[in-house]
């Protein structure tokens, strides 16, 4: 049926792996268990990295892809979810949509997501340090009060202790951000408050974005039964993955926590 010798068959069914079939193998496996590894989340970039950033393995960014999609492995993607906040401004915008710094401390950007349990809702505020995109600052709590922000600023400044005047921290014009608790907190820790226009998520887009990645690599991923299950889940996201082992594009793929060491003045 083939059109082939018997002879030609045999020497073909008992031919050895070609070195090149040995190494796709050798590679789909490694693919695998940094895409394991990375809970699912990365995709064609970031294994890439992984494998030549992390594992010194000289392969290109096709084969990556190739290899991926012959195993059925694809990253997480997602789109940013967007809420409107009152019409409330005490600060004037200092930011203006330009976050990048070339140095830390420089701009803090920070926000409140929230997300369902069995039990209720859990809140999670952040402060991000927009220079090497490192979670700085954070606190979890079943309601979304004003001690919630407070606290997450209160834990940035004592984990980096920032220079009176130099440190702007920017948030939209939520009714937490806006709370003399909060602002008063900020200023008498030397901080410069800052806040973006009512209802645009462009004037807060870092922090809006780290949302939209926590939303779908951890949060929309699977049923939380308890808030002390996704709080936990949670903080090992922030502290463990996102700040020490996460591959950022924006950072030529290496973590906030390395960054800042590469960066250290």
Not at 127 to 152: E, H, K
């Amino acid at each position: 049926m083939l059109g082939v010798s018997a002879s030609g068959y045999y020497e073909w069914r008992n031919r050895p792996p070609s070195p090149r079939s040995l190494r796709h193998a050798w590679l789909t496996e490694l693919i695998l268990r940094v895409h394991v590894e990375s809970r699912g989340i990365y995709g064609i970039r970031r294994v890439h990295a992984e494998l030549t950033l992390g594992h010194g393995i000289s392969v290109g960014r096709e084969a990556v892809g190739r290899l991926m999609r012959r195993a059925g492995l694809q990253g997480i993607t997602g789109r940013p979810r967007y809420r409107r906040v009152p019409n409330v401004a005490t600060a004037e915008d200092r930011v203006r949509r330009q976050f990048d710094r070339d140095g830390r401390d420089q701009l803090w950007v920070t926000d409140i997501t929230e997300h369902r349990t069995r039990e209720g809702k859990v809140y999670c505020a952040v402060v991000l340090d927009t220079f090497s995109r490192r979670v700085v600052g954070w606190s979890i709590d079943s309601q979304p009060a004003a001690s919630l922000v407070t606290n997450a600023l209160g834990m940035a400044i004592e984990q980096r202790d920032p220079q009176d005047g130099t440190t702007v921290i920017h948030s939209d014009q939520g009714t937490q951000f806006t709370s003399w608790a909060f602002t008063q907190r900020a200023v008498d820790s030397g901080l410069l408050p800052s806040m973006g226009s009512v209802g645009n998520c462009y004037d807060n887009a870092m922090i809006e974005s780290f949302w939209s990645r926590m939303q779908v690599e951890l949060l929309d991923r699977q049923r939380w039964k308890t808030r002390v299950e996704l709080a936990n889940a949670i903080f090992e996201y922030l502290e463990i993955f996102h700040n020490r082992r996460r591959r950022h594009s924006s950072l030529g793929m290496i973590s906030p926590v390395e960054y800042e060491l590469q960066n250290a003045s």
